[in-house]
């Protein structure tokens, strides 16, 4: 059993940033991938990003803005959001996929607003 629970999210100004923490707990092995999907109202959930071995993707939408990262001795995974825009606005999931199952947090609201 995987549980994930993320934090981090919040309101914030156009260019600023925000950055979000997905705690993992139970059977979590470093070499599966971790990420972050969001989901924004009226649209479909669309992948941001994902790091695995090392390897990082991101969605062009955010490459170079945002950062992945993920401290294996926490199994935590972190998304740093810089240069955030209204188009961010979206709640963020974070997962752990052990090639198997897909495990997910609840959520977290991000809002770029002014």
């Known amino acids: 059993q995987v549980q994930l629970v993320e934090s981090g999210g919040g309101l914030v100004q156009p260019g600023g940033s925000l950055r979000l923490s997905c705690a993992a707990s139970g059977s979590i092995l470093r070499f599966h991938p971790m990420g972050w999907y969001r989901q924004a109202p009226g649209k479909e959930r669309e992948a941001v990003s994902r790091?695995?071995?090392?390897?990082?993707v991101y969605t062009d939408s955010v490459k170079d803005r945002f950062t992945i990262s993920r401290d294996n001795a926490k199994n935590t995974v972190y998304l740093q959001m810089n240069s955030l825009k209204p188009e961010d606005t979206a709640v963020y999931y974070c997962?752990?996929?052990?090639?198997?199952?897909?495990?997910w947090g609840q959520g977290t609201q991000v809002t770029v607003s002014s």
């Open positions: 790091i695995s071995n090392g390897y990082h």
């Open positions: 997962y752990y996929d052990n090639w198997t199952s897909k495990y």
